[in-house]
C-alpha cells in the first residue's frame, strides 16, 4: 500500500543553520511528490513539488528537495534557516492511479532556535 | 496567492446534530476536496468533487457524510448526525485541475461533544 513517512515529528535547529526534513514514501510507480508547509492558523500553502526530471527541485524561500528512487526519499533542505521558517511541514505523495488524491506524512514541527 | 477559506475556523456540537463545513474555494477552479486531520494523526483524504459529482471518496468517507456545491457557490461538507470520532480538523482544498497544485484553507476544528 501507498504511504507517506516522516520520521520526525520535531526538528530544533538553530537560527542561520542548515535544515533537513525528512520524508520516505512507499509507491511501486512512479512518484509525484510535493512539499507542503503550514504556518501557525494558515492553509498549507505548496513549497515545492517533483513530477520528473532533475531530481533536485527548488522551491520558495530557498527550501530545494531531492528525488531519490533508490532510497524511496524525497528530503526537504534548506542552506540557512530564517526563525519565520517556523511552522508544520508536510510530505505528500500522489497516487496517478487515484485520481491524483494525496497521500500525507504525519508532519514535521519545525522550531528555530534564536 | 489563491485563497481557500473555510468557515467556521472552530465548530463545536453536540453528538446527533447536523454540521455543516463551508469552503469558499479558488474562484476559477474546478476540483474540491476535503481532507481530514485527527489529532497527531496525518492528514487522511475524504473525498474529491468535479462537476457538480462527487469522483472519489475514502473509506472515511461515510454516509453520514455528504458534499455539494450549489450553483457555485460554498463548497461544503455535510455531516448527519455526527458522531464523536468525527473530531477532527477538515481541510478543505481546490485545484484548478486534477493534476495541478491544491491550494488548501486553514481548516475547520470540528469538535462533536
Known amino acids: 500500500a501507498q504511504s507517506v513517512t516522516q520520521p520526525d515529528a520535531r526538528v530544533t535547529v538553530s537560527e542561520g543553520a542548515s535544515l533537513q526534513l525528512r520524508c520516505k514514501y512507499s509507491?511501486?510507480?512512479?512518484?509525484?511528490l510535493f512539499w507542503y508547509v503550514q504556518y501557525p492558523r494558515q492553509g498549507l500553502q505548496l513549497l515545492l513539488k517533483y513530477y520528473s526530471g532533475d531530481p533536485v527541485v527548488q522551491g520558495v524561500n530557498s527550501f530545494e528537495a531531492e528525488f531519490s528512487k533508490s532510497n524511496s526519499s524525497f528530503h526537504l533542505q534548506k542552506a540557512s534557516v530564517h526563525w519565520s521558517d517556523s511552522a508544520v511541514y508536510f510530505c505528500?505523495?500522489?497516487?496517478?492511479?487515484?485520481?491524483?488524491?494525496?497521500?500525507w506524512g504525519s508532519g514535521t514541527k519545525l522550531i528555530i532556535k534564536p | 496567492g489563491p485563497k481557500v477559506l473555510q468557515i467556521p475556523s472552530h465548530q463545536i456540537i453536540d453528538m446527533g446534530q447536523m454540521v455543516t463545513l463551508n469552503c469558499d474555494p479558488v474562484s476559477n477552479h474546478l476540483y474540491f476536496y476535503w481532507y481530514k486531520q485527527i489529532l497527531g494523526q496525518q492528514m487522511e483524504f475524504l473525498v474529491n468533487?468535479?462537476?457538480?459529482?462527487?469522483?472519489?471518496k475514502s473509506k472515511l468517507f461515510k454516509d453520514q457524510f455528504s458534499v455539494e456545491r450549489p450553483d457555485g457557490s460554498y463548497f461544503t461538507l455535510k455531516i448527519q448526525p455526527t458522531a464523536l470520532e468525527d473530531s477532527a480538523v477538515y481541510f478543505c482544498?481546490?485545484?484548478?485541475?486534477?493534476?495541478?497544485?491544491?491550494?488548501f484553507g486553514a481548516g475547520t476544528r470540528l469538535s462533536v461533544l
Open positions: 509507491y511501486s510507480a512512479t512518484p509525484y
Open positions: 505528500a505523495l500522489s497516487i496517478m492511479d487515484s485520481n491524483y488524491q494525496l497521500i
Open positions: 482544498a481546490s485545484s484548478l485541475d486534477s493534476q495541478n497544485t491544491l491550494y
Open positions: 468533487f468535479y462537476n457538480g459529482k462527487v469522483m472519489e
